[in-house]
């Protein structure tokens, strides 16, 4: 079975400070995906990185993955209230058992605070 | 185009009643995935279907099936209901088995007294 660790699972800051979020696994994935989810709703895509030490910008969010493929982080530059939420990380087996199969982290509670 | 749609929304059972949750994902989308979000374990895979086939099975009890209509909408069924079971069940919906992009619905946050 394939984990993957999160952290921090809470974070909360005032609007304008910077954070980042990290997930962490022994196994190596084929991508790894980051999820946004408020509450009443379902997770929504932010980003998939596939290529070891890819990295992708959205706005002010930059998505790493590690040169091995076992680990990423999201760092949110600036942050603010709308930036409140729910982060998910996800990877996708490579093989095996969990070939094809979403293991997601435990997730991180961002709140921002005006 | 709509998104995946999920019913019911809230469900309260009671322990040793079976439930039934539906999914209708995206036009076009033949894959379909079920997840089980609860707090202490966070987001956990069920299983995916894809063209009426199950492709992919988590580690779930065998309580817990599913399936998958010709017109690729899905069911999941759980059976003898526990207390543990109460939880958000996630619907996602893709182009194909294992695609990057998952689709989610809202969810159904079922309830087991």
């Not at chain 2, 949750?21 to 079920?34: A, K, M, T």
Request: aromatic share 10%; with cysteine.
């Amino acid at each position: 079975t394939q984990l993957l660790e999160q952290s921090p699972q809470f974070l909360s800051i005032q609007e304008g400070e910077n954070l980042t979020v990290y997930c962490n696994s022994s196994s190596v994935f084929s991508s790894l995906q980051w999820y946004r989810q408020e509450p009443g709703e379902g997770p929504v895509l932010l980003v998939t990185v596939v290529t070891g030490g890819e990295v992708k910008k959205l706005k002010r969010l930059t998505f790493q993955f590690g040169d091995a493929r076992k680990d990423s982080s999201l760092h949110i530059t600036a942050a603010q209230p709308g930036d409140t939420g729910l982060y998910l990380c996800a990877g996708k087996g490579a093989g095996g058992t969990s070939y094809g199969k979403l293991t997601f982290g435990q997730g991180t509670i961002l709140t921002v605070h005006p | 185009k709509a998104g995946v749609t999920q019913t019911p929304r809230y469900l309260i059972k009671t322990r040793g009643q079976q439930v039934t949750l539906s999914c209708s994902p995206i036009s076009g989308h033949r894959s379909v995935s079920w997840y089980q979000q609860t707090p202490g374990q966070g987001l956990q895979f069920l299983f995916e279907y894809f063209s009426e086939t199950q492709r992919n099975k988590g580690n779930f009890p065998g309580r817990f099936s599913g399936r998958q209509f010709s017109n690729s909408r899905s069911e999941m069924n759980v059976s003898t209901l526990e207390l543990g079971d109460s939880a958000l069940y996630l619907c996602a919906s893709s182009s194909g088995v294992g695609a990057d992009t998952q689709y989610f619905g809202p969810g159904t946050r079922l309830t087991v007294l």
